[in-house]
């Protein structure tokens, strides 16, 4: 909430992608028990709900949905402009953006930048300077020299935020 609400620089990443969908869901779509089932499962207002593959599993062991899934990218977004039309990469969860949540949370203005099928993805705010969420896990395809691209983009933000500030400081 910190991060949406001063412009704040955020990315988060699976959970963290999960947390600001209930965190958004709470205060601005006004759900005020929105939740994950994984956290309360008797929540009035499952924001984040187990994938439906998941639902007969009783022995949970490698059961998440794992690997590298291709997700479909939103043209002139913030996903856009660091992925492209489309990128890869690898996934291991077993949670989800509830489905019958997507509308109400789209029409608060919460962006669902990149989707895998009716899966959403990636998030972000068009009026923020960088609040990004992948429920991915980009972290596992960089490499030294080579950060995925929601890095680069969150370490710009960062530096941009920085600039902004000293010339702030100057000028006052």
Do not use: K, W
Not at 21 to 33: F, K, M, Q, S, T
Not at 109 to 128: K, T
């Amino acid at each position: 909430r910190y991060a949406r609400e001063n412009d704040v620089p955020f990315l988060g990443l699976c959970l963290g992608f999960q947390v600001a969908v209930i965190e958004y869901a709470r205060n601005v779509c006004g759900l005020d028990d929105a939740h994950s089932t994984e956290l309360v499962s008797d929540t009035p207002h499952p924001v984040i709900g187990l994938l439906p593959e998941q639902y007969d599993v009783e022995d949970l062991g490698g059961t998440m949905r794992l690997g590298a899934h291709e997700t479909a990218v939103e043209p002139d977004t913030l996903a856009a402009d660091l992925y492209g039309e489309s990128c890869t990469e690898r996934h291991r969860h077993r949670y989800e953006v509830n489905p019958e949540y997507i509308d109400r949370l789209e029409a608060e203005g919460l962006d669902f930048s990149g989707r895998a099928n009716n899966r959403m993805e990636i998030l972000e705010l068009d009026d923020h300077p960088f609040f990004f969420g992948t429920q991915f896990h980009p972290e596992f395809r960089s490499r030294p020299g080579r950060a995925s691209p929601p890095f680069v983009g969150l370490l710009d933000a960062t530096l941009d935020e920085r600039d902004h500030r000293a010339i702030d400081e100057v000028e006052a």
